[in-house]
Structure formats: C-alpha cells, structure tokens
C-alpha cells in the first residue's frame, strides 16, 4: 500500500466494485444507517482487494465523531486493579475493543477512576458500576458524551441505560450456600462508596439476617484497597467471634481479610467461611481460592457495547437485563 | 460544571492563577516543551480550582494530533487471549493507559491482530512482538504514524525503536533449569511465525542442543491456539519418546500441551519437564502450574510508554534496554 495507491482508490471505486451505491459505502463505514451483512462483507472485500483507506479526518471534520469510544471505570485504581494489574475492568476492556471494532470504533482505555476529558474526546462512554452522584458522570454528562453503565447509577429516578448485574440474585446465591455450609453467623464487608451493588447486598443481606441474626457490617475505604480489608477482618475477629462467615463484595477487601485470618490462626473454611463477588485471578489464586460467582463478564460487555451502539444511533433504551450470575464453589467456604 | 462555566474560563485565566504565562499552560497540556514538575503541579491546581476544560476539539484541529496512542498485537487473538481473556497484552495495556494519561495521552486499546486503521486514526502506536514484515507494523508506517515495538522488528537492519524482551536470557534460563532437574533430552515448540522471540528462542536452543542432543523442535500454527500445542505434543509423545524435558515458548500452546500428557497419563514432572515463558494465568492455574519466567511487563510498559512519547517529541532514539526476566520454578518442572 503506497500513498499513490491511496490517491487513486476512492469511495466510488468501492462502490463500483462492491455493485452497491456509494452512499451504501458511506452507510456500511460510517454505521449511519443498517447494511445487511451480506452486503457489508461485499463492501469488505471490495475494500481489501482495492487496499482503500478512508480518509478518516476528513470523515471526523464532516461528521464531528471520532469514531472512538471510552471505557471508564469508577472504582479507585487501589481496587479495580491489584498486583497483578488483570480483573474486571480488563476482562471488559477486550470484549468491549473487539464489539467496538466490529462496530467500526475503537475503544479507548481510561485508567481506573481517572477522568479523561481534559486530554481526549469521544463519541459515547461505557462507565463501570457508577456511585451515587458519580463525578464521572457528572463529568461526561456535562460534556454531553452519550454514556451507559455496567451496574444501575444508584440515587436517582432517571438512570442511564445500564446493563443489570444483578447484585441481590449474586448475594442471595453466596449467603444461602454459606448457610449450607454451616455458617451460623455471617458478617458483611462492603465498600463505603454507595453503589448499587453495594447498596443491594447490603440489602439482601438485612434481609437475610431478619429473624437470623442481627447485622454485622463493615464499610471499608475503598482507596485502602487490600489493607481495609486487612484491618477489617483483624476487627471482626475482636469485635464479633461469634461470626463464622464473611460475605466480601469486593475481592480486593477479600485478600486482605484472608491474610488477616491467617496472620490470626483463624481456620478457612472451618472456622470461618469466605465468599465473594468476582470470580477473578484474586479469588483464584486466593489460598484457599475463594468461593465467588461467574459474572459471565463477556456477556456483560458484549450487551454494554451493543446498548451503547443503540444510544449512539439515537434509539430510545431503558437497559439490558444482563445475564445471570452463577455459583462457583471453592475451598474457601467447603471442605472438598 | 455547566457550558456557562466553561465560557467563562479560558486558558489565560489558568495562566493568571497558577501565575504562569499562557504559553507555559498550553506547553502543560500539549506536551509540546518540558514544563518542570512543580509549575505542572500549580497549573492543575489551577484547573482544577477553575473547573477549566480545554476545547479538545478546537485543539486537535489546531495540532494536527488527536492526543491517542494506540497499542496492538501482531499476535493472533487465539494467543494473545484465550479463556480468561487476560494475559499479556492486557498487562501491558492498564499500564500504558496510566503512562498515557499522564502524558495527558489516551489510549485505544486494538484487539489482537487487528488493524484499526480504516476505523480510528492516532498519533502513535505501541505494538506487540511483530513478525517480519509484520503487516500491521507496515500499515502503520505507511499512514506515517511513529511507532514502537516491545519485542525487536526481526529481519530488518532498521527496526523501529523497541523494548528489549531478551528471549535469549529467558530460553537460558528454562533450558538450564530443565537441565538441572534431570531433563536428558528436551523438546522446543515455538510458532511458526518469524517474531525475534521464536527466532532467538530457538537459537539459544539449537546452541544448548550442541554436543548434547539432536534439537526436536516443532512449529506451531499460532492461529490453531491451545490446539496446536495439543497436536505437537501427541506427536512428540510418539516420534520422540527419548524426551523427558520441554520449553513451549507461548502459554497458550503450553495448556494445550498438558491436556495431552494428562490425557497419555504422561506425568508431569516426572516423565515430561515442563516450562514455558509467559507467568500468567495460563501459567498459574495450569496443573500442575508451569514454570515460566517474571517478565516485569509492568516495567516494560513503562519503557515502551516512555519510548514512545521520546520518538513523538522527536528525540531520536534507538530502544530501551528492558528489565531482565527472572525465573519462576513452579510444580511443571520440578518436584517441589
């Protein structure tokens, strides 16, 4: 491919070659309007054999896109990423670059809790499990940035669309099988950030306790990461013995709870039963790994990025139901 | 925030409060010319205390630049994510978007073996292990975009600045440690791609072999995955029962290869040493887990980050010299 060749390929030579109008091509390239896959890959192949490149300045100018999209993150860096760097956020990030391809966008990775509008901008933006009155956000709103989000925004009668994560079916799932598994008392680690998922388990989990047990909760600073977790455990352990499972939503609180009950000689699974939420390279390489659920976060991502398409292509959404988490049984919480 | 509020504030008023000219503000933000970290610092301060908001728009069209990067893979999406969909690249990836945002750069995250150049456009590109005459890397010079690699362009006397990954040091390391754990004879899968890492892999392999035994050495269609390492391990396993020792140079092969000896009840270490390079989460959860080496992608995202932003700002530069990888001895090849 040579600048020359370049300049001799045009969209009407695509066109041409493909047996389709030019405005198809404008439509198939620029997502404005629907193109039959049959057609589409017609229109790709006439691409490739031409070795056409779009001018895609000349398309921003004309469009005033930029045929990119952003994924954001809520969460504290101490929490969305850990020593190994790899979890949730990530898992999300290739699913959504590869729908965004497809969709003839690129996606454009911000770092966990950071705001990027003072450096770049974007077509539309998929945020992570926003809290309530998320600057974030507020941020993207207030820049006029189509948005979606993966988790409900809490707070407030009109949400964003959103992809359900089902935080109340998760904590359901993990408080009964603690209870199967002979824990008598359960305590809960939550974050002090309101987001729904935390809002949620908080309240499946009083819900739970009615008639049970009284409550035992702790809200844990999210920008400690790992260390609240620590000290929170190291707590419970003075301030509630009688507690024989913990229900930690955040997985990052999680490694910090079972180095507490290490440290203190505090048997798991047998003396105290742990769950938690994402069934990710923490929970895995956990000693004992951790009981957690299967998010099916591909699927989750899968739907963000197709809802977002749909905000961009100005079609009026509510949300997507979002696919149901399931049980993962590990050694922390049964003998096996 | 409000458009109102936005009007209000230009970047002269930055200057004013942080005391600084305008031209030292537009220097901050453009990376156009070195602003030392303290005035840096007051020049956020002040955007932060003024709510400013640059017109990136305005801006882009001005500098001709979009304030992205890009980071690819030349490696095949069946390698570079597999299963759990993180590895490598997405280790790389968080890291370069933090480097990147505080170089007040974002970054587009491609998917493995894609060529976003007909969808997005950015002003610099990071990308991974290319091949010779890697194609991706050729698209990206011919659209005139500066580029790094973290892995050496091979077969080229003029590759582009790079991050050193030292594959030689990481073959040596593996192949004496099989040695030493009682490996006579030891097999070499590499993939059947030209990447230096293939090519220095099996060169310090060939050399090892010298005076001690023939080099068995398989090439591995990368687009196959885990079921090429599978396939050349049943083969192994019959043309060349003598072996008691391999070094599968990509995970994603290595998980396929242990499938096979599982499914042969070929034990694992006793009748098969295995080792591979990557310590990821193939590496760790594979059982038994595979020995492998710390590449320190941290510290090499760093460099390649750095690196890039040198070669933008036109400082000519030749490559980092890299962190050098240390071995991590795990159950595969060892009795521990």
């Known amino acids: 491919m040579t600048t020359q060749d370049n300049k001799r390929t045009r969209l009407i030579d695509v066109a041409r070659h493909a047996g389709v109008s030019p405005g198809t091509v404008s439509n198939a390239l620029n997502q404005t309007r629907f193109v039959d896959p049959e057609t589409r890959q017609r229109i790709d192949d006439a691409i490739q054999a031409l070795n056409y ?81 998320d600057p974030q956000l507020r941020a993207l709103q207030n820049a006029g940035i189509p948005c979606v989000t993966i988790g409900r925004t809490p707070g407030t009668n009109k949400p964003v669309p959103w992809v359900e994560l089902h935080s109340e079916v998760t904590a359901n799932l993990l408080l009964r099988h603690l209870q199967k598994e002979g824990c008598g008392h359960c305590a809960l680690f939550v974050s002090n950030r309101q987001r729904t998922s935390s809002l949620e388990t908080e309240a499946a989990y009083r819900l739970w306790c009615n008639g049970r047990q009284t409550p035992v909760i702790y809200y844990l600073d999210e920008e400690k990461g790992e260390a609240a977790g620590y000290h929170a455990a190291r707590q419970l352990l003075l301030e509630a013995p009688q507690v024989n499972g913990l229900l930690v939503l955040v997985d990052t609180f999680a490694s910090g709870a079972v180095r507490a009950f290490h440290e203190t000689g505090t048997k798991i699974p047998q003396q105290m039963r742990v769950a938690t939420r994402y069934d990710g390279i923490r929970a895995r390489e956990s000693k004992p790994p951790l009981t957690a659920v299967n998010m099916h976060l591909d699927e989750v991502a899968r739907q963000a990025t197709m809802l977002l398409f749909d905000v961009l292509a100005g079609r009026p959404m509510a949300g997507c139901d979002g696919p149901i988490p399931e049980l993962v049984v590990r050694a922390s919480s049964k003998i096996l």
């Open 53 to 133: 490149t779009p001018n895609i300045r000349a398309r921003q100018l004309r469009t005033g896109r930029t045929n990119t999209i952003a994924l954001l993150s809520s969460l504290p860096l101490s929490i969305a990423s850990g020593a190994s760097k790899l979890g949730f956020m990530m898992e999300i990030a290739l699913t959504a670059s590869i729908m965004a391809l497809e969709n003839r966008h690129a996606l454009i990775l911000v770092p966990p809790g950071k705001n990027p509008l003072d450096t770049v901008t974007f077509d539309a933006a998929i945020l992570l499990e926003p809290s309530e009155n």
